[in-house]
């Protein structure tokens, strides 16, 4: 791939996201369908993929909508989420096609979307930001004062509100406590306090529970002191709550929505060493691409420089010959893809691999920094690695910018 499309380049293992698709989707209950954040990896044809498998999408912007509806989601399997959605936004929820639902995260912003007179038999979620706290996960985003969703306390007393709305149809309750989550006993905890909530605020405020969406959050460990989330332990707790429910309210569609999870493990960046040099007696490989492509690898929500998990392509069974920084070719010292890993030999032109980065990759990078531009994406299947984003060209990069006429003196 490395030769053919050229690097710094993301390589997403279709087939091994495939396998984890279907262990998953094997072990949940059938009645809870998957929801994939196209947030976590927006590609038009990593979406596609899932949808492939018979999951759902859920999309946070008009691009990210659209490229959903490429991807030939159905729509009924389409959630529209997020904290600021625009006019044009709300309109495009309501289009032609539909959704199943939109997740709306203020009564301020359920009111816009109900004062639309093309919101007519618009279906909406309720996102709740719940009393109950959760520790476990990297990122909360619950419990607190947040920008997400509506404050339970304030959807206690919104029966009014809720009975007022002339277009839209609340169907049901969302909340999405974190992400990160890499404790089991965490996921559970908050599956069954959304849907505790969830049975609360629908009979205090007589909205139907159509479909109930408990979030995810699922986390892949990226650094040494981390260990993988205990998936059975997850889904039996997780399938044991969404069953008791069920067993309350029959029917109701029980969504969850995971990113990470389902695509973190099968990514790789793919970058080549252009210089290998030392500098007061440290080794340095300076690499083709860093964090302009591959943000969180300078260490999400930490102070210490931890390390993604990152090997030699070139000599993969070679044994550690030395330690090295890995960085890339941007002009700041924080470009530093790995902080003194043992690695075999490296040589320039040799290729480097980060591993488990399928999410949260380019699209949460600071891609235009240096005007490097988007890095190619490549997704394999059944062996077959498919070219499915080209790299930005000096001409992608320049072409939206305007050069203005000044006098010269
Ligand atoms: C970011 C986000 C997701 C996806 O999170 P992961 O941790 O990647 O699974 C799902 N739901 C909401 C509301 C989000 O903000």
Request: hydrophobic share 40%; glycine share 10%; charged share 20%.
């Amino acid at each position: 791939m490395a030769e053919r499309h050229g690097t710094p380049l993301y390589v997403y293992d279709g087939d091994h996201l495939r396998r984890r698709y279907e262990q998953l989707r094997a072990a949940l209950d059938p009645r809870i369908d998957i929801f994939y954040s196209l947030k976590a990896n927006p590609n038009v044809s990593v979406c596609a993929l899932f949808r492939s498998l018979g999951a759902g999408l859920e999309v946070s912007s008009l691009a990210e909508l659209v490229t959903a509806r490429r991807a030939g989601v159905d729509p009924d399997d389409l959630i529209f989420l997020g904290p600021g959605k625009s006019g044009e936004e709300l309109l495009a929820c309501c289009a032609e096609g539909g959704m199943h639902a939109v997740v709306v995260e203020s009564l301020a912003e359920l009111a816009a979307l109900d004062a639309l007179p093309e919101a007519a038999g618009t279906r909406a979620i309720l996102r709740v930001n719940p009393t109950f706290e959760s520790h476990g996960s990297r990122l909360s985003m619950g419990g607190k004062p947040r920008q997400f969703g509506i404050d339970e306390e304030i959807l206690h007393g919104a029966k009014a509100a809720i009975s007022a709305l002339s277009r839209v149809r609340i169907i049901g309750v969302h909340a999405y406590l974190g992400t990160r989550i890499l404790d089991a006993a965490t996921v559970v905890h908050n599956t069954t306090g959304v849907l505790r909530v969830a049975a609360t605020l629908a009979g205090e405020l007589g909205i139907p529970l159509q479909t109930v969406d408990i979030g995810g959050g699922w986390g892949v460990p990226y650094f040494d002191n981390e260990s993988d989330l205990d998936v059975a332990a997850t889904v039996d707790g997780v399938n044991r709550a969404v069953s008791e429910f069920l067993d309350r309210y029959p029917g109701t569609r029980i969504v969850t929505e995971l990113g990470r999870y389902l695509v973190g493990w099968s990514g790789t960046y793919v970058l080549r060493a252009r210089y290998v040099k030392q500098s007061r007696g440290e080794w340095f490989v300076v690499a083709d691409g860093g964090t302009n492509h591959h943000m969180a690898a300078v260490g999400i929500g930490s102070f210490v420089k931890r390390n993604f998990p990152i090997g030699s392509l070139t000599r993969a069974d070679a044994p550690p010959a030395d330690v090295y920084t890995v960085t890339g070719p941007l002009c700041t010292p924080n470009d530093v893809i790995a902080k003194r890993v043992p690695l075999p030999e490296v040589r320039p032109g040799d290729l480097l691999g980060v591993s488990r980065s399928g999410a949260y990759g380019p699209s949460a990078s600071p891609v235009l920094f240096l005007s490097h531009g988007h890095p190619a994406e490549v997704l394999v299947l059944d062996g077959v690695g498919h070219l499915v984003r080209s790299r930005d060209t000096v001409d992608d990069l320049l072409r939206p910018q305007h050069l203005i006429p000044l006098a010269t003196f």
